[in-house]
C-alpha cells in the first residue's frame, strides 16, 4: 500500500513497496503460480497480437519479455500485466498499413513507435500530466472499444479463411475485399484449423474455465498442423494454382532478442504524429482503467502518473529489444489476480516463461496455424462488444449515449485512420458539455407544502409577486453569464411589483471573473432600481470572489447570507409589512 509521501528512494523505485514480502514463502508460490499461469496465455495471445499489428508473430514474444518486467518494478499497480494488446495492437497495425502498402519496412516504425510513445508516456508521468486520462470519457472509451472490437476481428478475416487480399484503403472496403475474394477462394483446411481452436477454446471456457484454454488450442491444432503437414500441403497449393492458403508461423528465431538501438526516421514519425498521439494515450488509459478496476478489490492505491512512468519505460525497454507498442492487459491481469498474485513478481515469472520460450521451444512454434491465432484473436475481443453500457447510458443520458454511438460509427467507417473516430468522440463530448453548462438550470423557487422550497414551475406552485428567488444549478462562468442575466431580466419583466431578489447559490460550484463580473452587474442593475439583491449559501470560491472583487464592500455583508429562512426573512425585513401575508415563501404563508 502506497503512503501518502512515500520518501524519495520509494518513489524512484516503487518494487521497493512489495520486494520486501517476498521472504514469505507464500506469497512467493502464490506469485509463481499466478507468473506461469499468465505465461501460458501470455505465449500464444502475444503471438496473436503481433499478427494483428502486422508484424510476424515472434514480435509478440519480444514485447511479451522486457515490458511486463519493466513495468511491474515501476509502475504502481501489483497485479497489472503489460505486454501486447488488441486496442494497441490494432493502432499499431492501423498506423503501420498505409506505409506496408508503400513497400516500407515496417517493422523498425513499429519498433519505433514503441520508443516515441514510451517517451511520450515517461514524459507525462514526470509532468504528473496523469489526469489527462479525464478527457477520453466513458462513451468515446465504449464507442471506441466496441468498434475496435469489430475492426480487430474483421481484420483477421483473411487468416481465418485463408485468402490473400491487398489491405490498402478503408478498413469496411477491405473486409468486403475479403468476402468477395473468400467467396470463390477460401482455403477449407485453413477455416477447419481455425474453427477447431475456436470450439476448443469455447468448450473449455464453459465446462474447464480453470484450463488455459488458448494454449490447449493452440497446442492441439499445432500438433494437428503438425501431423497433417499443414504447411507443406499449403505451400504446394500457392505454388501449382496460385491459390489463397493457410499459412503458419513458420521459422522463429533462436535466442533472446538482440539488444540495439532502435532506428529513428523523423520524416515518417512525423507522418505519424496522430496515430503515435493516440497510440499514447490509449495504451495508458487502459492500463491505467484495469489497474483501477483491480485496486478496487484489492484495496490497494493506484498513482495514475507513476504508472504513465511504469508503461513509459516499459515500452521504452521494449523498444532496445525489438518491441512494439505494449499496454496492460485485462484478461492477462485478471488471470493474474484471480489466480492470487500478490505482488509484481508475478510479473517476473512470466517475463522468465516467455524468455525460456525463446531460447529452448522456438521449433514448436513453426507449425502453428496463422488460422488458429485469428481464432485467439477472435475470443479474446468477444468481450470487448459491449451493447447494454449503451443502452443503460441512453436511459441515463441520451447525449452521453450519442457520443458513443457517434464515435462507434465514425471509428468504424475511418479505419485504419482510428484517430479520427477518437478526435470526433471528444469533440463531440465537450461540444454537449458546453451546451449544458452554457444554459444551465435555473429554476425560481417557491414555498412547497412540506416546507421547503423548490422549483416553482415542475411543482406547480405560486410565487411571491415581491420577492423572486432563483437557483442556479452549475458553475458561473464566461460561457453562461448571459444566460444567467437573461434569465433574470425576464423574470423582472413578468413581475413588475418585483421589490427584493434573492439567488440561493448553493449549487453554484465555481466562478471565474467573468461570472463575478456578471453579479456585480446585476447587481448594479438591480440597485438602480431599488432592489436588492441578497445570496444565499454562497459556497467558499464564490463567498472569496464576492470579497476579493469588492461586492461585499459595495453592498455590505448583510447580503451575503448562509441560511434559507434567514434569507427570506431578511427580504422580508427589507418589504413592508403589508406585504408579508401576500407573499407565499414565508413558512408562516396562508394556504398554498
Known amino acids: 500500500m502506497f503512503q501518502s509521501r512515500p520518501p524519495l528512494l520509494y518513489r524512484l523505485f516503487p518494487f521497493l513497496f512489495w520486494v520486501g514480502e517476498l521472504r514469505d514463502t507464500a506469497v512467493v508460490r502464490a506469485d509463481v503460480l499466478a507468473g506461469i499461469t499468465v505465461a501460458l496465455v501470455l505465449i500464444p495471445q502475444s503471438m496473436a497480437y503481433a499478427q494483428l499489428a ?35 495492437s490494432l493502432l499499431t497495425g492501423a498506423a503501420l498499413a498505409p506505409l506496408a502498402a508503400q513497400g516500407i519496412d515496417i517493422i523498425p516504425v513499429a519498433i519505433m513507435l514503441a520508443l516515441a510513445s514510451g517517451i511520450i508516456q515517461l514524459s507525462m508521468g514526470l509532468l504528473k500530466l496523469g489526469v489527462i486520462i479525464n478527457f477520453l ?5 465504449l464507442g471506441l472499444t466496441n468498434a475496435a472490437a469489430l475492426i480487430i476481428a474483421t481484420s483477421q478475416l483473411d487468416k481465418f479463411l485463408g485468402v490473400d487480399v491487398d ?23 485453413a477455416i477447419a484449423m481455425g474453427l477447431s481452436a475456436l470450439l476448443i477454446m469455447i468448450a473449455l471456457r464453459r465446462w474447464a474455465p480453470r484450463l488455459p484454454a488458448v494454449l490447449i488450442a493452440v497446442a492441439v491444432a499445432t500438433i494437428a498442423s503438425w501431423l497433417i503437414d499443414f504447411d507443406q500441403h499449403s505451400a504446394t497449393a500457392r505454388l501449382s494454382d496460385g491459390e489463397s492458403t493457410g499459412r503458419v508461423v513458420g521459422a522463429v528465431p533462436d535466442g533472446l532478442p538482440n539488444v540495439a538501438m532502435p532506428s529513428f526516421d523523423w520524416h515518417i514519425l512525423l507522418s505519424l504524429w496522430g ?10 488509459v487502459e492500463a491505467v482503467a484495469i489497474a483501477k478496476a483491480m485496486a478496487l478489490s484489492s484495496r490497494q492505491r493506484i498513482d495514475a502518473n507513476q504508472e504513465l512512468i511504469g508503461q513509459g519505460l516499459a515500452n521504452i525497454a521494449g523498444a532496445f529489444s525489438q518491441s512494439y507498442p505494449c499496454s496492460g492487459s485485462y484478461s492477462r491481469s485478471a488471470v493474474n489476480f484471480s489466480n492470487g498474485a500478490r505482488t509484481g513478481f508475478s510479473s517476473v515469472v512470466a517475463a522468465i516463461m516467455v524468455a525460456a ?47 458513443a454511438v457517434v464515435t462507434f460509427v465514425v471509428t468504424l467507417a475511418a479505419a485504419p485512420h482510428l484517430e479520427i473516430g477518437i478526435l470526433t468522440g471528444v469533440a463531440l463530448a465537450m461540444v454537449l458539455y458546453l451546451a449544458r453548462t452554457v444554459r444551465p438550470h435555473i429554476a425560481i423557487l417557491a414555498r412547497h407544502p412540506d416546507g421547503t422550497l423548490k422549483d416553482a414551475q415542475v411543482n406547480k406552485l405560486p410565487t411571491s409577486p415581491y420577492i423572486l428567488a432563483l437557483r ?3 458553475r458561473l462562468y464566461f ?41 456585480r452587474q446585476i447587481s448594479e442593475r438591480l440597485h438602480d432600481q431599488g432592489i436588492p439583491l441578497f445570496i444565499c449559501g454562497a459556497k467558499k470560491n464564490l463567498r472569496d470572489a464576492l470579497y476579493n472583487g469588492g461586492w461585499v464592500d459595495t453592498y455590505g455583508s448583510q447580503r451575503l447570507i448562509a441560511d434559507e429562512d434567514q434569507a427570506i ?24
Open 54 to 88: 502486422g508484424l510476424p508473430p515472434y514480435y509478440g514474444l519480444y514485447a511479451a519479455l522486457l515490458p511486463p518486467l519493466v513495468a511491474c518494478l515501476w509502475g504502481s499497480s501489483r497485479q497489472l500485466s503489460t505486454g501486447p494488446v488488441a486496442m494497441v
Open 137 to 141: 470519457s466513458h462513451p468515446v472509451l
Open 167 to 189: 489491405k490498402s484503403g478503408l478498413h469496411l472496403v477491405v473486409v468486403w475485399r475479403t468476402i468477395s475474394t473468400a467467396l470463390s477462394q477460401a482455403y477449407m483446411p
Open 275 to 284: 496515430p503515435l498521439l493516440v497510440i499514447a494515450l490509449v495504451g495508458f
Open 357 to 403: 520460450t525463446l531460447l529452448f521451444f522456438t521449433p514448436l512454434l513453426w507449425h502453428i496455424p496463422e488460422a488458429v491465432l485469428a481464432a485467439v484473436i477472435f475470443m479474446a475481443v468477444a468481450s470487448l462488444i459491449k451493447i447494454a453500457p449503451v443502452r443503460h447510458a441512453w436511459r441515463v443520458s441520451p447525449s452521453d449515449a450519442l457520443v
Open 472 to 474: 442556479m444549478d452549475g
Open 479 to 519: 460561457a453562461n453569464t448571459s444566460h444567467f442575466e437573461d434569465s433574470i431580466s425576464h423574470a423582472l419583466s413578468d413581475q413588475p411589483s418585483l421589490k427584493v431578489v434573492i439567488l440561493f447559490a448553493n449549487g453554484i460550484n465555481s466562478i471565474d471573473a467573468s461570472g463575478e463580473e456578471s453579479l
Open 569 to 592: 426573512n431578511a427580504a422580508h425585513e427589507y418589504l413592508d409589512l403589508q406585504h408579508f401575508e401576500a407573499c407565499p415563501l414565508r413558512v408562516y404563508a396562508g394556504p398554498l
